[in-house]
């Protein structure tokens, strides 16, 4: 089990590094995971629990403390009792010895609570960095989209005051410019709306890096398409990474150490003594040798025994059940990944070279009087609203991979 979380924090270590070097208000995925897995109030406390299962560990180790008893008869009573002169003074020292290994046993299970203390540990971990991860996706998306509407905004305005400079020369309606600045106040709207979204997103990660007064001016990275997929076979092959399954191995071998520990408790255990004996009457000492056992009769302990059996058989029954949700969400995330790269790559493909083509050509026939200006917008806006739409479609593609990638605990290119 050790291994394999060595390998996962291997996997994720890249995403876990703080940068060097990084400009005030500027922040990288990288510096954003490194301060969400930093300061991730939960993330401490289940760390505190894995040491107070430490600390239990080492007390399951121990074995019982040994017991000394002194006893004196025939004192204080009358006659030739009432002194010390005939009294019988005994100390015995006893030792309960634990037998059917009920000690090793017992740190078995406490190993295997520490073991599910540290999946609980590291699933959490790789939840908090897929859900930082998609925040910054999502707010880099919206960060792209306002300096693309910026850049149409720009372009736009530079259009409006060119068709006013034609309505001053006579050359064409004033409704042009009207429809113009409709179109451009039209995208004004769009683009607060955009840096409202991307406020929120902001918010967002501030809060899941647990530093709300953070600046964040700009969000470094970038959007790349993804080259290649791997098949879904290969990705359900990984799937038993996650560590909500690797979790159930530790609690399959708890339950086994449990029921071990159990049906060792059937067996009674020992307890031996040695003793002294001082008669005082006859000037004499003595010593004394015992054990004693308890005798099984009624319990043997078989009610917990059965107990811990059928625990066994519902873990793994858990088990199945948390597999088979896993790979749905697998299967409808692959699904959902393979469709946006499909519309992207249509989009990349197809509908956008197209679009700018089309811009082009109108943008050429309206200077020749072949098209009119609320032509040559309409082909403006259209090809935005495409390289935005690929924009989102982007951003989308980014988002299911990183859960993907949660689901198989690994970074999939």
Same mark, same amino acid.
């Given at each position: 089990?050790?291994r394999?979380m060595?390998?996962?924090?291997v996997?994720?270590s890249?995403l876990s590094?703080?940068t060097?070097?990084q ?8 510096? *954003?995971?490194s301060?969400?897995?930093?300061n ?21 180790g121990?074995m019982p403390? +040994?017991e000394f008893e ?10 030739d009792f009432?002194?010390f %002169? ?9 030792q ?14 406490a ?13 959490k971990?790789?939840e908090?960095?897929?859900d930082?991860?998609k ?11 306002i ?7 720009k ?8 068709l006013q ?13 009207s429809? *113009? ?12 709306r955009l840096k ?6 902001k918010?967002?990660l ?5 530093q709300?007064?953070l600046?964040? %001016?700009?969000?470094? &990275?970038?959007?790349?398409? +993804?080259v290649d997929?791997p ?19 530790s ?9 071990n520990?159990?049906?060792? $408790?059937?067996? +009674?255990d ?10 005082? %009457?006859?000037?004499a000492?003595t010593?004394?040798?015992g054990?004693?056992? +308890?005798?099984l ?9 059965q107990?811990? $059996? ?40 197809e ?5 700018? %083509? ?6 050429? &026939? ?6 009119a200006?609320?032509?040559?917008l309409?082909?403006?806006?259209? =090809?935005?609203? =495409? ?27």
């Amino acid at each position: 089990m050790h291994r394999v979380m060595c390998i996962v924090f291997v996997l994720f270590s890249l995403l876990s590094l703080s940068t060097v070097g990084q400009t005030n208000g500027e922040l990288t995925i990288e510096k *954003a995971v490194s301060l969400a897995v930093q300061n991730n109030p939960e993330l401490k406390t289940l760390r505190y629990e894995i040491d107070a299962l430490k600390a239990a560990k080492l007390q399951s180790g121990l074995m019982p403390n +040994p017991e000394f008893e002194v006893e004196a008869e025939n004192i204080l009573g009358s006659k030739d009792f009432n002194g010390f %002169d005939n009294s019988e003074i005994t100390a015995v020292l006893s030792q309960d010895i634990l037998l059917a290994g009920k000690i090793s046993k017992r740190v078995k299970v406490a190993e295997t609570n520490i073991s599910l203390a540290e999946w609980d540990y590291e699933t959490k971990r790789i939840e908090i960095i897929t859900d930082i991860r998609k925040a910054f996706q999502q707010a880099l998306a919206v960060q792209l989209l306002i300096e693309k509407n910026e850049e149409l905004i720009k372009v736009s305005k530079e259009f409006v005051v060119n068709l006013q400079k034609r309505v001053d020369a006579g050359k064409i309606s004033p409704a042009e410019v009207s429809r *113009a600045k409709i179109i451009l106040n039209s995208l004004r709207i769009d683009l607060n709306r955009l840096k409202s979204e991307y406020e929120n997103y902001k918010s967002e990660l501030l809060s899941l890096i647990y530093q709300p007064d953070l600046t964040i %001016d700009e969000l470094i &990275g970038e959007l790349e398409y +993804p080259v290649d997929v791997p098949s879904y076979d290969s990705l359900l092959n990984q799937l038993t990474n996650n560590p909500k399954l690797k979790r159930y191995e530790s609690e399959y071998d708890k339950q086994t150490a449990i029921v071990n520990l159990e049906e060792s $408790k059937a067996v +009674p255990d020992l307890t031996i003594s040695v003793g002294f004996k001082r008669l005082n %009457d006859a000037k004499a000492n003595t010593f004394l040798v015992g054990a004693s056992i +308890p005798l099984l009769i009624f319990d043997r302990n078989q009610g917990a025994i059965q107990e811990a $059996k059928i625990r066994v058989d519902q873990k793994q029954r858990e088990y199945f059940s948390v597999k088979n949700r896993l790979t749905l969400q697998l299967n409808v995330l692959y699904k959902r990944l393979n469709t946006l790269i499909e519309t992207a790559a249509q989009l990349n493909s197809e509908s956008i070279p197209e679009a700018e %083509d089309a811009f082009q050509i109108i943008k050429e &026939g309206n200077l020749v009087g072949r098209f009119a200006i609320i032509d040559v917008l309409d082909a403006e806006r259209t =090809l935005f609203e =495409l390289q935005n739409q690929y924009l989102n479609i982007i951003g989308q593609i980014h988002s299911t991979q990183i859960e993907i990638e949660g689901l198989i605990a690994k970074e999939i290119n």
